[in-house]
């Protein structure tokens, strides 16, 4: 059996720990003395977890970009959790008229759009300065309205939202339409020379096919005279031109004779009339 000696030891010992442990709480803000209460519970009770694992802590922040929409519905503002509660009153703060833009991927077709704040349109940006997030212009200001297509909340959505930007911002804006136009266009024009080199080459090909049929049907038609003419004449049959070249020559041979003959009567009676007059 412990003394009593002991024993009023480990009692003072243990109310100097509470005195000394409860003075250490007292100098803590709320934040450090819940980290410590859990850092305790996990040291003391926890088995598997360890004792530095820092646990998540959900901000005002965090909660605004879970819960914030660009263009709040009906559906958002019935939720009654203190989230949406905290969404909304922050959606109330923001003017919903003119947007400003982040345009620094323009490029790649991306361009971030978000309402102004209380501050902006003090300042007039958005309004009376450049639209643009990095762009201070205030002349040459033009006022667009934008298709806005975004995602958000699992779902694909779309807003016409007012936008005032300078020249050189308003050719960012539209970037990826002018280049789609030109590509466009400069397909259009390769599928008309392709056309046209395809429709000139048909054409040719047709040219060449008609004389090519033309040269065929000449020569076929000369080779087939020239068979009849070979086949007549083993046949002893001649054409009507031959014939007439025929006649002709037959008829030149007789005259040849005729006039041969006649030439010959002549110097014989020549002859015979100088043997009877001597």
């Not at 996990?42 to 901000?59: A, D, F, H």
């Not at 046949?235 to 006649?247: K, L």
Request: glycine letters at 6%; hydrophobic letters at 25%.
């Amino acid at each position: 059996m412990s003394s009593f000696s002991s024993l009023k030891s480990a009692i003072f010992d243990k109310e100097e720990r509470k005195l000394h442990y409860q003075a250490h709480i007292r100098g803590l803000n709320a934040y450090d003395r819940h980290k410590k209460f859990l850092n305790d519970y996990v040291k003391y009770y926890g088995k598997e977890r360890p004792s530095n694992t820092k646990l998540p802590i959900k901000t005002d922040q965090d909660t605004l970009k879970e819960g914030y929409r660009f263009i709040r519905t009906e559906e958002d503002d019935l939720d009654p959790s203190w989230e949406q509660r905290l969404v909304k009153r922050y959606y109330d703060k923001l003017f919903k008229e003119y947007c400003i833009a982040d345009m620094s991927k323009y490029k790649s077709g991306k361009i971030g759009l978000r309402w102004r704040t209380e501050k902006e349109v003090i300042s007039g940006k958005g309004q009376f300065i450049c639209g643009n997030k990095h762009c201070e212009e205030k002349t040459g200001l033009a006022s667009f309205e934008v298709n806005f297509s975004y995602f958000e909340a699992g779902e694909n959505k779309q807003a016409l939202v007012k936008l005032v930007v300078c020249e050189r911002c308003a050719e960012k804006l539209h970037f990826k339409r002018n280049r789609e136009r030109k590509l466009m266009e400069s397909q259009q024009r390769e599928d008309s020379k392709k056309n046209r080199k395809t429709r000139i080459d048909e054409e040719l090909d047709d040219e060449d096919k008609s004389i090519a049929r033309s040269r065929t049907k000449s020569e076929h038609g000369d080779k087939e005279t020239s068979k009849r003419r070979r086949k007549r004449s083993s046949d002893g049959d001649t054409t009507d031109e031959e014939a007439d070249g025929s006649r002709g020559g037959k008829k030149k041979g007789k005259r040849a004779l005729a006039v041969g003959a006649d030439h010959d009567d002549n110097e014989t009676f020549d002859e015979f009339l100088e043997g009877m007059f001597p």
